[in-house]
């Protein structure tokens, strides 16, 4: 399956178990199973946006695009920047 096919399923399948829209997708790669990917959604929005809460999904795809699973990961506040470790 191509990528933009499995990153689009992954979206639709995530979007429709969680009733939220994703932001956005930081991650797709294949695997031997099919696809993983790290979708970010808006959990909590607040004012100022800045605050937002942000959690990273895992979504494991299989060959067909189906999900297969889906874990929450991270979570972090949209204002919050990576800092590299030294």
């Known amino acids: 399956m191509p990528a933009a096919d499995a990153l689009r399923y992954a979206v639709e399948q995530l979007t429709g178990l969680l009733g939220r829209t994703p932001e956005s997708v930081s991650a797709l790669k294949p695997t031997d199973q099919g696809w993983a990917a790290e979708i970010e959604v808006v959990e909590v929005e607040r004012i100022p946006e800045t605050t937002s809460v942000?959690?990273?999904?895992?979504?494991?795809?299989?060959?067909?695009?189906q999900l297969l699973g889906y874990e929450r990961g991270k979570?972090?506040?949209?204002?919050?920047?990576?800092?590299?470790q030294s």
């Open 54 to 65: 942000i959690a990273i999904y895992e979504v494991a795809l299989g060959p067909d695009g």
């Open 75 to 84: 979570r972090y506040t949209r204002a919050q920047v990576d800092k590299e």
